[in-house]
Structures are given as C-alpha cells and as structure tokens.
C-alpha cells in the first residue's frame, strides 16, 4: 500500500468513527433519556407542584360529583342576578403563602374588587396568622367576611 492509500484509509476510518459518533450521541442517546425522565418518581410535593404551575386542582370523586350536580342545577334553574355577573374561582392555599399572595390571587381572579379591604380585614381581626392551607370554593357574590370565615377554618 502506498503512503497515499494508507492516509486515504486513516481518513475514511475517521470520518466513519465521527458519524458513528454524531448518531450515537444526537439520535440514540437523547431517546434514552427521554424514557428516565418519564420514570421520575411522583410525590405529592412534585404534583403540587405542577398544579400550581399548570393553575389546576385535584378534587377527590366526592367533589367533583357535587361541582357536576351544582352545574346542572344551575343550568335547569337560572339564578335572578339581575345582570350580575358572577365570578367563581377555586382558591388553593399553600403552606408558606401570605396573605398580600392570596389578596393578589383573589383580586385577579375578580372574586374581591380591592384586595386592601382582604387586607385591612385580616388585620383588624388578628386573622392573619389563621389561614388554613388548602383549597377553598370561592365567588364574587361572597363577603370578605364570609370569604376570611372559610379559609380560616
């Protein structure tokens, strides 16, 4: 063999070894990680945590039977609102959030007008630190104070 077919032969093992490589590292590898991130283990704080972010609530069979009953019956018996519109939201309190959070979250999901009477409320109360975690049925049509006497329960 002659000293140019020896470096044509290097130079074609080579470029063979680096395709072999791109495959195996941008093709075969990212398949198999795909398949580990999907085996993540589930704990109730990763499925809190994707609730929050997603803006979702789990509700047990119990619950969502009574939000199917409660829709139905509204559907067949039309509130008089007189042009109300009323807003629902489901409120879920985590452990760890204050009181401007959920405020802030009342006030953007139209349930309260001024999230400074919340506020005010909870402080002329000493309710503050009263705030139960969890996840609470909440309206328009409700009062400050009937919305602090359910989450403080």
């Known amino acids: 063999m002659t000293k140019r077919g020896m470096r044509g032969f290097a130079a074609g093992i080579l470029i063979t070894c680096a395709v072999i490589a791109f495959f195996y590292y941008q093709i075969i590898q990212p398949a198999k990680n ?59 309190i985590t452990e760890g959030m204050t009181t401007v959070d959920i405020a802030n979250t009342l006030a953007d999901y139209k349930i309260i007008k001024n999230k400074e009477d919340l506020l005010d409320y909870l402080r002329s109360h000493h309710l503050e630190e009263k705030i139960q975690p969890g996840h609470y049925n909440l309206g328009s049509n409700m009062s400050i104070g009937d919305i602090v006497n359910k989450i403080t329960k």
Do not use: C, M
Not at 36 to 50: E, F, P
């Open 34 to 92: 795909d398949q580990t991130s999907s085996d993540k283990v589930l704990s109730s704080k990763n499925i809190n945590k994707y609730l929050l972010d997603h803006h979702l609530v789990a509700v047990n069979q119990k619950q969502f039977n009574e939000w199917q009953n409660a829709k139905q019956h509204k559907e067949s018996n039309p509130d008089k609102n007189n042009g109300k519109v009323i807003y629902r939201t489901i409120l879920y």
